[in-house]
């Protein structure tokens, strides 16, 4: 599987950016799948997680309220909507895959990252 994000972007503090991760080589549909991003000099983080059908996402404390993560399984595509950004919320934002139905601790596929930049 190969995961493609896009969507990143320079927003102002407030601001909104839908990032989506479009997946190619075989469908999603069984796949819980990830969000995660990594800032200037730290740590790779969690942000959000879904399970295969949507019906059960978590979300890092940072990002409760204001992010939301959804997929349409047709379209083998996951998606995070981001509100309220803050300039804390600046990093490079990477989708994940793992091969079970539910909301794994341990991703196995990675996409490449979408910067996102959130100016004061």
């Known amino acids: 599987v190969q995961l493609q994000a896009s969507g990143g972007g320079l927003v102002q503090a407030g601001g909104s950016l839908r990032l989506s991760c479009a997946a190619s080589?075989?469908?999603?549909?069984?796949?819980?799948m990830g969000w995660f991003r990594q800032a200037p000099g730290k740590e790779r983080e969690f942000v959000a997680g879904?399970?295969?059908?949507?019906?059960?996402?978590n979300y890092a404390d940072s990002v409760k309220g204001r992010f939301a993560i959804s997929r349409d399984n047709a379209k083998s595509t996951v998606y995070l909507q981001m509100n309220s950004l803050k300039p804390e919320d600046t990093a490079v934002y990477y989708c994940?895959?793992?091969?079970?139905?539910?909301?794994?601790?341990?991703?196995?596929?990675w996409g490449q990252g979408t910067q996102v930049t959130v100016s004061s």
């Open positions: 080589g075989r469908t999603l549909s069984s796949h819980a």
């Open positions: 994940a895959g793992a091969r079970i139905t539910t909301i794994p601790t341990r991703y196995d596929y």
């Open positions: 879904i399970n295969w059908s949507g019906g059960s996402t």
